[in-house]
């Protein structure tokens, strides 16, 4: 089994910063792309930020020289440093990872977080 699982939303004004952690566990062999997504109350999911396995980054027009996508490939996590946080960013935000495990590496398959909420209030 393979799980992603998310840490570092709550609660924050605007202006402020936070740093969400997705951290993937399991029996795993390999990791492609990660990204982020947010899904805002009445609203679709909507890519955030992606980042490859070489560091190559993409980010939303929104969140484009506020928000950092970094990763470990060692620790087999994906990080979203967000900075000056508009209230615009509330939403529940999920880990989204590229995975091939051990019983089958030559598969890629999406894996999601459970989801972490990051309210930021005006």
């Known amino acids: 089994q393979v799980q992603l699982v998310e840490s570092g939303g709550g609660l924050v004004q605007a202006g402020g910063s936070l740093r969400l952690s997705c951290a993937a566990s399991?029996?795993?062999?390999?990791?492609?792309?990660m990204g982020w997504y947010r899904q805002a109350p009445g609203k679709q999911r909507e890519l955030v930020a992606a980042?490859?396995?070489?560091?190559?980054?993409n980010y939303a027009n929104s969140v484009k020289g506020r928000f950092t996508i970094s990763r470990d490939n060692a620790k087999s996590t994906v990080y979203l440093q967000m900075d000056s946080l508009k209230p615009e960013d509330t939403a529940v935000y999920y880990c989204?990872?590229?995975?091939?495990?051990?019983?089958?590496?030559?598969?890629?398959?999406?894996?999601w977080g459970q989801g972490t909420l990051v309210t930021v209030s005006s």
């Open positions: 980042i490859t396995r070489g560091g190559i980054t």
């Open positions: 399991g029996s795993i062999f390999s990791i492609n792309n």
């Open positions: 989204n990872a590229a995975i091939a495990t051990m019983s089958d590496s030559y598969t890629y398959l999406e894996r």
